[in-house]
């Protein structure tokens, strides 16, 4: 990724270290992660369908991109975000990173207590349900297109031929806070020429972080095109479990308290997440998360203490 260079302290930002003790209020939070911004798409959804409930969201900002890595260290990284977040007391994890669901959904709901929410079914039937003439395109992270997980997940849709392209540098304009530019329109068109010659009239947008893409995205795919981001429908997955199994917030009026941390640079991330969020992002935490990982624990992470 290129250097998206260092952001002053907005006077409405505060970075703060996090401590290893649990600073919510009696009510277990909903954990939510991603490599960066991107999963704030998951997490506006969540809060604007879930208003009582909070969030505790964590940005793996110190080792993104996840997309161009391998399989091994995505788990990895993953499985430590996940422990961090249960070791504070979450009451649900949502992977709200593509290359994450990818990677380690089938240990995240072996190795976790709580319930475990991804990304990529939702996006599959809805998009399964959007189609017309049942050709369906993915724009993904190299990580998502080489694991095959959309492939695997439209198996019980036959009817449906998938045209999967991985679109990399659509991270790096988010991440630096361009949503809007000529070089975007440029690097867009390069990408979704598979997916328009296909003829696909419904593309999904198979990370988190092309949702904030989707003016760019759109203007380029043309009219006729249904674009399908996972957020609103995971956010639904999130109510049914909740729901289905008794766990949603009591709340009692209050208004519930969201907090976010960052493995990395805590100012950028506020910067770029109040911007693509809203006013729910002012305290930024730094999350001392996998500061000491080795090959080892890429091997085989340790289980959550």
Same mark, same amino acid.
């Given at each position: ?212 893409? #989707? ?19 995971? #956010? ?70």
């Amino acid at each position: 990724m290129s250097d998206i260079g260092s952001v002053a302290h907005a006077p409405w930002v505060s970075v703060t270290e996090s401590s290893g003790e649990d600073i919510g209020h009696d009510e277990p939070a909903i954990g939510i992660f991603d490599s960066g911004v991107g999963g704030l798409t998951v997490a506006r959804a969540i809060i604007d369908q879930l208003p009582a409930e909070p969030i505790l969201y964590v940005a793996d900002t110190a080792r993104q991109p996840y997309g161009p890595k391998r399989i091994a260290e995505v788990r990895a990284y993953a499985l430590q975000v996940m422990d961090h977040l249960v070791e504070h007391n979450v009451k649900m994890l949502v992977i709200a990173c593509n290359s994450a669901s990818a990677a380690v959904l089938r240990d995240a709901r072996e190795r976790y207590d709580v319930p475990v929410v991804e990304v990529i079914q939702p996006a599959t039937r809805r998009a399964a349900r959007a189609t017309r003439n049942g050709r369906v395109g993915v724009i993904a992270t190299r990580a998502t297109i080489d694991s095959m997980a959309y492939n695997d997940a439209f198996a019980a849709a036959p009817d449906v031929r998938l045209t999967g392209v991985a679109a990399p540098r659509l991270v790096e304009f988010v991440e630096r806070g361009e949503t809007m530019s000529e070089e975007l329109i440029e690097v867009a068109r390069a990408y979704l020429r598979p997916v328009i010659e296909e003829g696909c009239d419904t593309l999904i947008l198979g990370c988190t972080h092309y949702p904030l893409l #989707a003016g760019a995205i759109s203007y380029v795919m043309g009219e006729g095109v249904t674009l399908v981001s996972s957020a609103d429908e995971t #956010a639904k997955d999130v109510f049914r479990v909740l729901h289905d199994r008794g766990m949603t917030s009591q709340g009692n009026g209050r208004t519930p308290r969201h907090r976010f941390r960052a493995t990395g640079d805590g100012a950028l991330f506020a910067e770029l997440g109040r911007r693509f969020l809203g006013p729910e992002i002012a305290d930024v935490e730094r999350a001392p998360v996998g500061e000491a990982l080795g090959e080892e624990a890429l091997a085989a992470p340790g289980q959550p203490g």
